[in-house]
């Protein structure tokens, strides 16, 4: 099994959700920017996941899965927010992601 790529801004979130993939046996690595997330990108294997968030510092990570489509890698991609908001949810589908998830469903799971 491949890792868990986390793309998120927040360090304290970001923290939160790599120990809870951790503890459930999964291998992950997390980066705060969207040229952070590039460079992950450009070294991704096939089995490799991607949870990002969709606002961040420096773009979002809408664009960043367009273009991860456009490279033809057609890793499974779930986007997360703070701002549920169907215009998003439905431009995140359209462009491949496999979910579009509230951060408060992540901050209640066990």
Same mark, same amino acid.
């Given at each position: 099994? $491949?890792?868990?790529?986390i793309v998120?801004?927040n360090? =304290?979130? &970001? !923290?939160?959700v790599? $120990?809870?993939?951790?503890s459930k $046996?999964?291998?992950?690595?997390s =980066?705060? =920017?969207c040229n $952070?997330?590039?460079?992950?990108?450009?070294?991704?294997s096939?089995?490799?996941?991607v949870l990002?968030?969709?606002?961040?510092?420096? !773009?979002? !990570?809408i =664009?960043?899965?367009?273009e991860?489509? /456009?490279?033809g890698k057609?890793?499974?991609? /779930?986007?997360?927010t703070?701002?549920?908001?169907?215009?998003?949810?439905?431009?995140s589908?359209? &462009? !491949?992601?496999?979910?579009y998830?509230p951060?408060?469903?992540?901050?209640?799971?066990?």
């Open positions: 099994m $491949g890792r868990i790529i998120e801004d360090l =304290t979130f &970001s !923290g939160y790599c $120990g809870l993939l951790q $046996g999964f291998q992950t690595v =980066t705060s =920017t $952070g997330a590039r460079k992950l990108f450009a070294k991704m096939e089995d490799d996941i990002a968030d969709l606002r961040l510092n420096d !773009g979002d !990570g =664009t960043l899965l367009e991860l489509r /456009i490279q057609r890793n499974p991609y /779930i986007i997360m703070d701002y549920d908001e169907v215009p998003t949810a439905v431009r589908m359209k &462009s !491949g992601a496999e979910d998830i951060k408060k469903l992540l901050e209640m799971s066990p």
